[in-house]
């Protein structure tokens, strides 16, 4: 009897420890504040339509996914918090457009997260049309880039890296670029037959250098000197590397999210949850009378773990989480009910109370687990399969609470409710009965 109290009153001090993390970890410094989606948080939501017109069918997924790289992984280096970047792939649902979604918490100016995007170049190799090499340099000047140069499949897609070297004999910056083995393969083709040809570079749709093929280069490494600065060859080694884009993109939409209304969303939600709690909790204990009331002291067990670890994992609340979160609360119950009800049932064929508790346990363990293990392997198969980050933290909030649920309904309702063990009498069976009889 002793053990069960002892560990019941450190499961509850444990609790009160989490729950006090919990609340004195929130305030915007904290590097444990809860993160908050978009939809609950001031920020911008940019939408830009890639130009895949010049890819074959089947290269065009791996583009995108590729872009949706770079752009992460150039806002992140400026420290955006929490960052989403999604693929909206073209069709019949997506007008035919192949999109790129970003959405960045707290930038608020659409100006600053556009630049946050940042004009990140599109490298391409382009070779000098046949016929054009017969015209002048004036009578060249004439013709637009479209007309003069041909494109080739090499992108800076293919970039693997870029570095920044100096011309021994004249001092002038130069650019390498070195590619990767698809890179390698396709840039030794093209040399390799067009010998004496111009390939030209363009970053950004305008021609940075056009130098003649001399011989086939296999190593896979070119080098571009445009006649750069030191600052405008280095900004320029640092974009590339942070990626080139391997199509070009084109801002078609802006949204700002104004703080008021991702307050208004996240104090909705958290009163939902508030009355969630408090309206099960009522249920709880009249209808399962002190058995109600070990299941509330458990469910305020499972909030705490379940805000402690969104804040240590952590997870981006969004709308659909707390909805998530809410619903979880419903379901975080399920267990005990079983157990409850299994108790009622042995209580009904005269076992006594310490017989009836374990037995309600042992029997309600099997359902408890197999229900909860049906639930998982929903959240899991709905986070894989995810298309939009708002699914994928509905599923991850879910996953987290059914898994505290089994914790907390096995571990925690047993300890408490094994520390109330009381000698049988009717007082005793009353308070472990439930219903309205």
């Given amino acids: 009897m002793w053990k069960y109290r002892v560990s019941a009153l450190v499961l509850i001090l444990l609790a009160a420890l989490v729950g006090f993390f919990v609340y004195r970890t929130e305030h915007a410094e904290s590097r444990y504040a809860f993160k908050l989606g978009l939809d609950l948080k001031s920020g911008s939501h940019l939408?830009?339509?890639?130009?895949?017109?010049?890819?074959?069918?089947?290269?065009?997924?791996?583009?995108?996914?590729?872009?949706?790289?770079?752009?992460?992984?150039?806002?992140?280096?400026?420290?955006?918090?929490?960052?989403?970047?999604?693929?909206e792939r073209g069709g019949l649902l997506g007008g035919g457009e192949d999109r790129l979604i970003v959405e960045l918490p707290g930038i608020t100016d659409v100006k600053r997260a556009v630049e946050l995007i940042g004009a990140t170049p599109l490298l391409e190799f382009k070779l000098l049309r046949p016929e054009m090499e017969k015209l002048s340099e004036e009578e060249l000047k004439e013709k637009t880039f479209a007309e003069a140069f041909v494109s080739t499949a090499l992108t800076g897609r293919f970039l693997e890296k870029s570095q920044l070297t100096f011309d021994q004999t004249t001092g002038e910056p130069t650019v390498l670029l070195n590619f990767g083995a698809e890179g390698e393969k396709l840039f030794a083709q093209i040399t390799k037959e067009n010998v004496g040809r111009v390939l030209a570079i363009f970053l950004d749709g305008v021609p940075i250098s056009t130098p003649v093929i001399r011989q086939a280069i296999t190593d896979g490494n070119a080098q571009i000197s445009g006649g750069f600065t030191p600052t405008e060859a280095r900004d320029l080694v640092r974009n590339l590397n942070y990626g080139a884009l391997p199509v070009p993109i084109s801002l078609i939409s802006t949204q700002t999210v104004g703080a008021t209304l991702g307050e208004e969303a996240t104090a909705a939600g958290v009163r939902a949850g508030i009355w969630s709690f408090i309206v099960i909790g009522i249920f709880l204990v009249l209808w399962y009378r002190l058995p109600g009331l070990v299941a509330v002291l458990a469910l305020a067990v499972y909030v705490s773990l379940n805000l402690a670890l969104f804040k240590l994992i952590p997870v981006t609340l969004t709308a659909a989480g707390i909805a998530g979160f809410i619903l979880s609360l419903g379901m975080a119950v399920d267990a005990n009910i079983l157990i409850f009800e299994r108790m009622k049932e042995e209580l009904r064929k005269g076992r006594g109370l310490v017989d009836a508790m374990q037995e309600g346990f042992a029997r309600a363990w099997t359902s408890i687990r197999d229900s909860n293990i049906s639930s998982i392997i929903t959240a899991v198969i709905l986070f894989y399969f995810a298309s939009t980050p708002v699914i994928k933290g509905f599923a991850l909030v879910f996953f987290i609470g059914v898994v505290t649920s089994m914790f907390t309904a096995i571990t925690a309702s047993r300890t408490l409710l094994y520390a109330l063990k009381m000698k049988d009498s009717k007082l005793a069976h009353f308070l472990f009965s439930s219903g309205i009889h």
């Fill in 47 to 87: 939408v830009y339509r890639a130009d895949t017109g010049t890819l074959a069918a089947i290269e065009i997924g791996g583009a995108m996914d590729t872009l949706r790289e770079v752009i992460e992984r150039r806002v992140n280096l400026f420290g955006v918090s929490e960052p989403i970047v999604q693929v």
